[in-house]
């Protein structure tokens, strides 16, 4: 199958997941392509029999290019079978208002967008504090040490679990397949 996996990345780990998802489906035998939302201006989602489209959460909103892209392209998707990837933080944690902001994003994001994913699935991120500016570092290393003691100080720290990805991108591919056969 042709899969488009489009992608918007602020400090990398969006590109880390998004680039596994496409090895994994490579690896399956599928037609995978990888392209970031920056890069897509003129990318539409024809030819493709499925689009996965992944974003990360920054203060309760995802990338500007995706959901534009999103929103440009959202009568198209909507006849494809999709998965949206939302990579954030909070979800590695168990906080109930955690999880309901996070829902409230999904919200909004098909709200600009008029897109509803036909899947979605929460990925934990990562602290990234090589890749933060002088103010996000010290933002993020105060909200590390707030939310968890394992955190070091400065140290990056990923909590994306990997295996749950997988599991959910080959049930994803599996209800996809069975349902374009
Ligand atoms: C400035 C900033 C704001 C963030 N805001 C949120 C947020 O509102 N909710 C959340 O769950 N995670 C938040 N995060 C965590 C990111 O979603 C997480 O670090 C993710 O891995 C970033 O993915 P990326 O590297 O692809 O941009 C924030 C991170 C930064 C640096």
Not at 73 to 84: E, G, I, K, N, S
């Amino acid at each position: 199958m042709k899969i488009l996996i489009l992608y918007a990345t602020t400090e990398g780990q969006t590109l880390k997941v998004a680039r596994h998802v496409f090895d994994r489906l490579v690896e399956a035998g599928q037609a995978a392509r990888l392209i970031a939302a920056v890069d897509a201006a003129d990318l539409t989602p024809a030819g493709f029999e499925a689009a996965i489209l992944a974003g990360s959460v920054h203060a309760g909103r995802y990338q500007t290019p995706l959901v534009d892209w999103a929103r440009a392209q959202a009568v198209a998707l909507r006849a494809l079978p999709t998965l949206f990837l939302s990579v954030s933080l909070s979800v590695a944690g168990d906080d109930a208002d955690d999880w309901e902001g996070l829902r409230n994003c999904v919200r909004a994001f098909g709200a600009e967008t008029g897109w509803t994913p036909g899947r979605v699935e929460h990925v934990a991120g990562a602290f990234r504090f090589r890749d933060y500016d002088f103010f996000r570092y010290w933002a993020m290393r105060w909200i590390a040490s707030a939310r968890d003691e394992a955190v070091r100080p400065g140290r990056d720290k990923e909590y994306t679990d990997w295996g749950k990805l997988d599991a959910a991108v080959d049930d994803w591919m599996a209800s996809v397949s069975g349902a374009v056969a």
